[in-house]
DNA sequence: GCCAACGTTGGC
DNA sequence: GCCAACGTTGGC
């Protein structure tokens, strides 16, 4: 009798690697990072209704030399409350945020693969079959975006070629 | 560093 | 509930 495999989802979550890049994941205790700091509603969201452990991640530099997609990690941990939006000291330090009545949530998020090449957003919008990707929505700015599987399946063969 | 696009805030 | 002002994001 074959066991039902849980539906996997599959999302994108952007990084300043200035701030937290992929190889800051590998380098995280378990390669596995609490993904804090997010105080956008419609990402939150995401997370909190939508991550489920096992979902694929693409992830995402952002704001740096070559914006794009630089390996593959994984969901290990659902929605939790985002201990940093209680701390004062803590640039993610929100107060109207408290422990009775969490604002903010993350989940856990571990290193996969870092890919050989990076698959700079130029290169995302060049492949037509990636032109739907919210990524390329005008002023899309959400630092956490579902993907297709299909998107996610390119996106990693991209990664994964050495010559392109 | 510029700045367009967006989300949030707060006065009214 | 409107909407102007403001702060942030993030490519370039």
């Known amino acids: 009798m074959m066991r039902p495999k849980p539906s996997q ?20 205790p378990g390669r596995t990072t609490s993904w804090e700091g997010v105080r956008n509603y419609q990402a939150r969201n995401f997370m909190r209704d939508k991550m489920r452990v096992g979902d694929g991640v693409l992830f995402y530099h952002s704001n740096c030399s070559v914006p794009g997609v630089v390996g593959l990690a994984e969901v290990v941990r659902e929605a939790y409350a985002d201990t940093s939006a209680f701390d004062p000291r803590s640039p993610y330090h929100d107060p109207r945020s ?11 998020v571990k290193y996969q693969e870092e890919f050989p090449q990076v698959v700079p957003l130029s290169a995302i919008r060049k492949e037509p079959r990636l032109s739907r990707m919210l990524l390329l929505r005008r002023g899309q700015r959400l630092s956490i975006q579902p993907v297709t599987p299909e998107e996610f399946r390119i996106i990693r063969e991209m990664g994964r070629e050495r010559n392109s």
Not at 9 to 28: G, H, I, Q, T, Y
Not at 98 to 108: I, K, L, Q
């Open 98 to 108: 408290n422990r009775e009545n969490p604002r903010w949530v993350m989940v856990d």
């Open 9 to 28: 989802a599959f999302w994108l979550m952007k990084s300043e690697p200035s701030v937290f890049s992929l190889n800051d994941l590998k380098a995280s």
